[in-house]
């Protein structure tokens, strides 16, 4: 599996990346959870959104937002996962259009 959060980042090419980035990610959050909220089936990709929600760096202040991951999948596996801030993009990622 290839791993890459946006254009711009580096491509890691492996799980444990994924779950290093994911770490980092989440390492300033208090209870953070990321719930798939709708799944797109674009062939051979499959779009995920996803709401995460947590308390912000160790207050009671909740923060919740969106993203999209871009799943390429081939003979029923994972090949590379890409991360999107914005629904268009993630269509984008995936050869589509809104």
Do not use: Y
């Amino acid at each position: 599996m290839t791993w890459s959060r946006t254009a711009s980042c580096p491509t890691t090419p492996s799980k444990e990346g994924f779950f290093q980035a994911t770490a980092d990610w989440t390492e300033g959050f208090q209870d953070w959870t990321a719930t798939a909220v709708e799944f797109l089936d674009a062939g051979d990709q499959v779009l995920v959104q996803v709401r995460q929600t947590a308390l912000a760096g160790g207050s009671a202040i909740p923060v919740e937002s969106d993203f999209w991951f871009v799943f390429a999948m081939r003979e029923k596996k994972i090949v590379r996962l890409s991360f999107h801030n914005r629904r268009a993009e993630a269509l984008e990622a995936a050869g589509l259009r809104e």
